[in-house]
């Protein structure tokens, strides 16, 4: 599912949206893939969880709540608001999302069964893994509102783009916009490879295209 955003990588979404003054649309350099293959896009659903050691009956319901919101292709973002002790989404909560058909998920936090997730070929961006659980030291508070995640704002439905270099934030009224001109960029930057490969200077490349 959106296939058509695979040739689209981060540092060419990044360098579109500094140009529509949207500036600060890349989360935080510390949340990495688990596997240096991991690709995906589609749009925010989102989970806004807060460091609590006080006990809950019901410490996983808001979780619950967003499988009977998702949709096939959603993207899961998940807040952990400076949690960095114990793993809220592992491998069982990323079986349950694959049956809705959401197969990634983002946070600034951590997360457990890592290696299981990489067998079950689930995508997962997170600051790092801890066997440790989230009952007691994190709790879900909303499912689906805006939220802050590795120090960008996310809205339900905005569009997330992650690869290698990191997981960018497109806000859904400029989706459309931002496809279309990073596809532009892209056979620009095409041809421009082609004229240095072809032994043009860089100078005289930039001066005639203004990519670089």
């Known amino acids: 599912m959106y296939d058509e955003w695979k040739p689209i990588y981060t540092a060419l ?7 529509m003054g949207y500036r600060d649309q890349s989360m935080n350099y510390e949340i990495r893939p688990a596997q240096a293959e991991a690709w995906f896009a589609g749009p925010a659903i989102t989970l806004d969880a807060y460091p609590s050691d006080a006990p809950s009956d019901d410490p996983y319901g808001k979780i619950f709540a967003a499988y009977e919101q998702m949709s096939p292709g959603q993207v899961v973002v998940l807040a952990a608001n400076g949690e960095l002790k114990s793993g809220l989404w592992g491998e069982l909560l990323a079986t349950a999302a694959v049956v809705q ?4 998920i983002v946070t600034d ?9 990489n067998d ?3 995508n997962c ?9 989230s009952a007691g030291r994190i709790l879900p508070e909303a499912v689906n509102v805006p939220v802050q995640c590795g120090g960008v704002a996310v809205n339900p439905g905005d569009f997330i783009l992650a690869d290698y270099e990191g997981v960018v934030v497109i806000p859904a009224a400029i989706r459309q916009e931002v496809f279309d001109k990073s596809n532009e960029k892209l056979e620009g930057e095409n041809t421009v490879r082609d004229e240095l490969l072809a032994g043009q200077s860089p100078r005289a490349v930039f001066d005639k295209y203004g990519i670089l």
């Not at 979404?13 to 140009?19: A, E, F, K, L, Q």
């Not at 058909?101 to 990634?104: D, I």
């Not at 961006?125 to 659980?133: A, I, Q, R």
Request: glycine share 16%; aromatic share 10%; net charge negative.
């Open 13 to 19: 979404v990044c360098d579109i949206m500094d140009g």
């Open 101 to 104: 058909g959401v197969h990634s």
């Open 125 to 133: 961006f997170s600051k790092g893994y801890s066997p440790l659980d």
């Open 109 to 117: 936090g951590l997360v457990r069964d890592v290696r299981l997730m």
């Open 120 to 122: 079950m070929g689930f």
